[in-house]
């Protein structure tokens, strides 16, 4: 199956500081989508995305799907943006959705 | 829209005991996913339904799970006998989505059911 690597692991940020989250794939998808885990656990999706780019006020995605990644961008981040970033690539004819590792984000005052 | 409803929310048991899972997906949403998260294994996928219809199963762990979509606006994962391996978070989630297809809609996932089998 696809395999999905997320960069980096862990993350420790000052609130207001910009980061990039990365994820890279190892076959052709059809989709893909970001996901928030925030620390009660919920699952939260920010972004469909299986090319080009996005923007959602602080946040942006872009996809480049001939290169096999897309990247994740959080501005002026805040401590509601602590949690756990997931990308989900999708492959098939089903489109299933196969979680990376995630990158486990800390802003910290 | 009240979104993926699932219960119970926490869920502890002894081993041996059936478990019972419930999801009621998005309304107007035809395709409903069962994922489990654990710390060893990260989001699996265990099985999809497409219109009700189970179309991939192959990430049921072993022949002691089995689910079910009898209409539109309800699902179960059933564990039976559950084994302390089993604890986990369990996940439901759903979209509006073809099959077969190469394009797909967002994934929305209810706030999960933490299960303990002791």
């Known amino acids: 199956g696809i395999q999905v690597e997320q960069s980096p692991p862990d993350l420790i940020l000052q609130e207001g500081a910009n980061s990039t989250l990365r994820c890279n794939f190892s076959?052709?998808?059809?989709?893909l989508q970001w996901f928030h885990q925030n620390p009660w656990g919920q699952l939260i999706n920010l972004f469909y995305i299986p090319s080009g780019t996005k923007q959602n006020g602080r946040l942006s995605a872009t996809t480049v799907a001939t290169e096999r990644y897309s990247l994740l961008y959080i501005s002026s981040s805040q401590t509601t943006d602590s949690g756990v970033y997931f990308c989900?690539?999708?492959?098939?004819?089903?489109?299933?959705?196969?979680f990376g590792t995630g990158t486990r984000l800390q802003v910290t005052l | 829209d009240a979104g993926v409803i699932q219960s119970p929310r926490h869920e502890v048991t002894e081993m041996g005991q059936e478990v019972t899972l419930r999801c009621k997906p998005i309304s107007g949403h035809n395709s409903l996913f069962w994922y489990r998260q654990t710390m060893m294994r990260g989001l699996e996928l265990l099985i999809y339904f497409n219109n009700n219809v189970p179309i991939d199963d192959s990430g049921m762990p072993e022949d002691r799970f089995s689910a079910k979509m009898p209409n539109a606006s309800f699902s179960t994962l059933k564990i039976q006998p559950s084994e302390p391996r089993d604890s986990a978070v369990y996940f439901c989630?759903?979209?509006?989505?073809?099959?077969?297809?190469?394009?797909?809609?967002?994934?929305?996932f209810g706030s999960g059911t933490q299960l303990s089998v002791l």
């Open positions: 989630a759903s979209r509006f989505g073809r099959y077969p297809t190469t394009t797909n809609e967002k994934l929305f």
């Open positions: 076959d052709s998808v059809n989709n």
């Open positions: 989900a690539p999708g492959t098939g004819t089903a489109s299933k959705l196969t």
